[in-house]
């Protein structure tokens, strides 16, 4: 049986929602974007009118007003754009269950047993409908028969347009656009295939698979089954627990961390709040994750799994230290950092500590961090801090613990 | 423009909620004869989401939108 999939994608997200709230700037350029003082200064969304005007996102705020000096800038408001992904999500619900985010303003259904609301195009227009009368916004989706075709067809036509790729349209459709239009090919592997006089899809295509996988190895295979429409993968069941399965934080500093020394000091922050975040709840984490996000707003997220539970600072510490040092090399400075841990077990469940771990020293390291959160809940975040904390203090001086606990820009860190 | 009101509600036993007065500035207090729709909605006059009540006051249908705990209905411009 052919798959249905269908990719959505909320159209400016940030900046609907914003223009929702504020109906008297329809029709004008806006950017949603924090103020200069706050070192938000940058553009993090832009309606089709600032589009028109050339501002690209993540360029600075003076830089955007210099290309039109009437655009309307509105401070970001996470907390609702949240709560309307939430209820995108919940919309989608009552077609599918096979539903699976990406970032807080796409995901992908799989309605192939969704018959019973009719034809992929006609869910996909019933649910931009939908999104449309109860939420004010609109959305563009990407009707196929693969994951990677669906969302090329959600980036097709915007906004608020269905799209469809079938196994009979695709080579007209999808071969002529650029390779890097295609998800898992970005800026830089563009570059590469290149080199080899690979500019479009189809160029991709119709590569021999042996060639690329010899250039690129795995993922050189990988772009040829999905250039060629035989991308298999599933769309994964959404389950509404998935979100409590990790805890984190991430920090965006007032000004960009420039070396190990910045990253260090908001690593210390991170952990120790992430941590605080564990022994509250009473779990332990086996996995953590740290998420990266440049002065350019390009983000990903690197993770290891540790050798044994933990819910101590100083362990989940050392880990994203080593993994920052790994997968970093400070070719632009940072701009934001998260730390974030998962797998967890009840923290009274744990009893088998590794072999070769040295029992005496994490339980007095153990006794430290709960004493220091005795401190804390009594006298203040601020009344205790590691020395290290010291060098930069404008930097270190921020309590994520309850502000933050869950990471503003999901759509990044998955 | 948002027109945030005050509203005599009913708390039903079975978790619903059912406005049953507008308070207006003026101290006047319109009876919600009839509830003909439920449903959540946009705003797109005034701005903002929520449930969307049609209620019929009077001779006319009015929406009212339950956003956020808050009442309010879409202001109507003169001009």
């Known amino acids: 049986m052919e798959r249905v999939i269908l990719h959505c994608d909320l159209n400016s997200f940030y900046a609907s929602v914003e223009e929702l709230y504020h109906p008297e700037v329809k029709g004008k350029p806006v950017v949603v974007g924090g103020s200069e003082d706050e070192r938000h200064g940058i553009v993090l969304a832009r309606n089709q009118i600032a589009k028109k005007y050339n501002i690209v996102t993540a360029e600075s705020i003076w830089q955007a007003k210099k290309k039109c000096p009437d655009l309307i800038i509105l401070k970001p408001n996470h907390k609702r754009y949240e709560e309307f992904s939430l209820k995108v999500r919940e919309i989608f619900l009552q077609y599918t269950d096979l539903v699976e985010p990406f970032g807080i303003d796409e995901a992908w259904l799989d309605v192939s047993n969704s018959k019973y609301f009719g034809t992929g195009k006609e869910i996909a227009d019933k649910i931009r409908e939908q999104i449309k009368q109860e939420l004010g916004i609109t959305a563009s989706v990407g009707v196929s028969f693969n994951k990677v075709f669906a969302k090329l067809g959600s980036d097709l036509r915007k906004p608020d347009y269905t799209t469809i790729i079938t196994k009979e349209n695709y080579k007209e459709i999808v071969w002529p656009l650029k390779a890097n239009e295609m998800i898992y090919v970005g800026k830089s592997s563009y570059e590469q295939l290149k080199i080899y006089g690979l500019y479009t899809i189809g160029d991709i295509a119709n590569k021999d698979i042996n060639f690329l996988k010899e250039k690129f190895g795995k993922w050189g295979e990988t772009i040829w089954v999905f250039a060629n429409g035989l991308d298999d993968s599933e769309v994964t069941r959404y389950d509404q627990r998935q979100e409590a399965k990790s805890i984190g934080n991430n920090i965006t500093t007032f000004r960009n961390m420039e070396n190990w020394q910045d990253v260090d000091i908001i690593l210390n922050v991170l952990s120790e709040s992430v941590a605080t975040t564990l022994r509250q709840r009473g779990l332990m984490a086996k996995e953590v994750l740290v998420y990266f996000r440049d002065s350019q707003l390009k983000s990903f997220t690197r993770q290891v799994q540790l050798n044994d539970y933990t819910n101590l600072s100083s362990v989940i510490l050392k880990s994203a230290k080593q993994l920052c040092r790994k997968n970093y090399r400070f070719q632009k400075p940072l701009r934001t950092l998260g730390i974030r841990v998962r797998k967890f077990i009840e923290q009274s469940e744990h009893v088998q500590l590794s072999l070769f771990e040295n029992v005496d020293e994490i339980k007095q390291q153990e006794k430290l961090e709960t004493t220091i959160d005795d401190i804390r809940s009594r006298y203040g975040h601020k009344s205790i801090k590691k020395l290290s904390m010291l060098v930069d203090q404008d930097l270190s001086d921020y309590n994520p613990v309850g502000e933050n606990d869950n990471l503003t820009d999901v759509e990044d860190f998955k | ?79």
Request: glycine letters at 8%.
């Open chain 2, 1 to 79: 423009m948002k027109q945030f009101v005050d509203v005599i509600c009913l708390n039903q036993k079975t978790g619903q909620i059912r406005p049953l007065y507008i308070l207006w500035e003026n101290g006047e207090k319109y009876p919600i004869d009839k509830i003909t729709q439920i449903i959540p909605a946009a705003s797109l006059k005034s701005g903002g989401m929520g449930l969307r009540f049609t209620c019929k006051i009077g001779n006319s249908y009015r929406y009212l939108f339950l956003e956020e705990g808050k009442w309010f209905i879409e202001k109507v411009q003169l001009n």
